[in-house]
């Protein structure tokens, strides 16, 4: 599995969407395959407080691309503009909401009928994330 240079932002954005490989990581492709489909994941670093404590600042989050059909709730990285964001997303009449697990931060609102409309980009799934034992 390629990790990306590309960051997801977990806090206000962060304009880094490069991506430019920077390693290679394995998977039981078994259980890869169980997930999604394995030539459309990529890994990326998060950066920020916003998903925390279930998502911390530098952890590693398997990005499926080929799953950008939004099941409520769920966790996806979305790009907005050039910045690319890790959130819980729900959809509403005429709206997508981005929603952060930390409470400090406030739930972004997006009119899907506004300006922003045509910068929004459902990148794909969280499937998995981890972090390293300090």
Request: contains cysteine; hydrophobic residues 40%; negative net charge.
């Amino acid at each position: 599995m390629d990790k990306v240079r590309a960051r997801l932002s977990a806090g206000t954005g962060r304009l880094e969407v490069e991506a430019d490989p920077l390693g290679q990581y394995a998977f039981r492709r078994d259980w890869i395959s169980l997930k999604g489909s394995p030539a459309q994941m990529v890994l990326m670093d998060v950066v920020g407080d916003s998903m925390e404590p279930e998502i911390r600042h530098g952890d590693m989050a398997l990005i499926d691309q080929s799953q950008t059909e939004v099941i409520g709730g769920a966790l996806y990285a979305v790009g907005v503009e050039d910045t690319v964001y890790v959130k819980r997303v729900d959809r509403l009449p005429g709206k997508l909401c981005l929603t952060s697990i930390n409470p400090v931060y406030k739930p972004i609102e997006i009119d899907m009928h506004g300006d922003l409309a045509e910068t929004v980009r459902i990148i794909g799934h969280v499937i998995w994330w981890c972090r390293e034992a300090n």
